[in-house]
């Protein structure tokens, strides 16, 4: 199986602010990355998929990178509503979330 | 709007059965694998089981094989979990979620339902 992991679990930022969340794999995924965002009660909702690509309908401030088995969400100027919890997922082998990074306000 | 209800939670004892349901609307539902993924209060997302576009193709997490079932019947746009011999660790928010591309298994998830939770006590 292949294991994610997150860091950090949590981030304090404040308006403005860019922010990075990094993802590892245990073994190489590269493209098969993508990220979600979460909001409390809500399903998830896909933001980046094959690392780097925007779903439609998401901000340009998000944005992905990495290969191999580093990964990284970078969102360019933090907006009142990405406070959140963001999730990386493998799909190279069946599907497999990271443990999550909650963002909170500074 | 491309939609999934998901439906059958509630408070269910140890050891006993329970069977969730996934209602799409608004796409063609025979054309896309399905997922279920659950979540357990206050914790991550947990991938729990797949199935193909036509039927024939199931795959799970080792947390849940031989117990959990996912089966579809595509001329109702129904998705099912048939879950048995629960234990308090399944207690969760469970969801279902959708495919990008038509046939294709492999992909992420970019349509959710809002969930049905799962209870199970004593």
């Known amino acids: 199986d292949i294991q994610m992991t997150q860091s950090p679990s949590t981030l304090s930022a404040s308006v403005g602010d860019r922010v990075t969340i990094t993802c590892r794999a245990s073994?190489?995924?590269?493209?098969?990355l993508a990220w979600y965002q979460q909001k409390p009660g809500k399903a998830p909702k896909l933001l980046i998929y094959?690392?780097?690509s925007l779903e439609s309908g998401v901000p340009s401030r998000f944005s992905g990178s990495g290969s191999g088995t580093e990964f990284t969400l970078t969102i360019s100027s933090l907006q009142p509503d990405d406070f959140a919890t963001y999730y990386c997922?493998?799909?190279?082998?069946?599907?497999?979330f990271g443990q999550g990074t909650k963002v909170e306000i500074k | 709007q491309v939609q999934l209800v998901e439906s059958g939670g509630g408070v269910v004892q140890p050891g006993r059965s329970l069977r969730l349901s996934c209602g799409a609307s608004?796409?063609?539902?025979?054309?896309?694998?399905m997922h279920w993924v659950r979540q357990a209060p206050g914790k991550g997302l947990e991938w729990l089981a797949v199935?193909?576009?036509?039927?024939?193709?199931?795959n799970y997490a080792e947390s849940v094989k031989g117990r959990f079932t996912i089966s579809r019947d595509n001329s109702k746009n129904s998705l099912n979990l048939q879950m048995s011999s629960l234990r308090a660790d399944d207690t969760a928010l469970y969801f279902c979620?959708?495919?990008?591309?038509?046939?294709?298994?492999?992909?992420?998830?970019?349509?959710w339902g809002q969930g049905t939770m799962v209870t199970v006590s004593s």
């Open positions: 997922q493998q799909y190279n082998s069946y599907w497999t």
């Open positions: 199935i193909s576009y036509d039927g024939t193709i199931q």
């Open positions: 979620a959708r495919a990008p591309r038509t046939v294709v298994t492999q992909g992420p998830f970019n349509i």
């Open positions: 094959k690392t780097s």
């Open positions: 073994r190489n995924i590269s493209p098969w």
């Open positions: 608004t796409f063609s539902f025979s054309n896309y694998a």
